[in-house]
Nanobody, 127 residues
């Protein structure tokens, strides 16, 4: 049974850094993708980053250059390192995953493409 467990978010100041972790349990191979989505009230979940089985990474324009996604296959953890946080980064962050037929399959872009979800964690950025 697949389970995604997210680390606790936090409240930070503008310009600070924060690192989120998503522990992926239950996958029987590395043919899966993990994405980080975020959601603010009244809006759809937005994919901010994703990493596929070949470790190809994807970023939204809003976080490119500030956020870094990485995975530790031995520990089954995917990290989202967030630097230079801005007030608009305040959201509930979710990790999501889906299995793929190929390691190199392009990462999914929308939430409906991902079957497995973490519980969500709140990140607050204040000035």
């Amino acid at each position: 049974q697949v389970q995604l467990v997210e680390s606790v978010g936090g409240a930070v100041q503008v310009g600070d850094s924060l690192k989120l972790a998503c522990t992926t349990l239950g996958f029987t191979s590395n043919k899966y993708q993990v994405a980080w989505f975020r959601q603010v009230p009244g809006k759809d979940r937005e994919r901010v980053s994703c990493i596929n089985g070949a470790d190809t990474t994807y970023y939204s324009d809003s976080v490119n250059g500030r956020f870094t996604i990485s995975r530790d296959n031995a520990k089954k953890i995917v990290y989202l390192s967030m630097n230079g946080l801005k007030p608009e980064d305040k959201a509930v962050y979710y990790c999501a995953a889906r299995t793929t037929l190929s390691f190199r399959q392009t990462c999914g872009l929308v939430s409906s493409e991902f079957r497995y979800w973490g519980q969500g964690t709140l990140v607050t950025v204040s000035s």
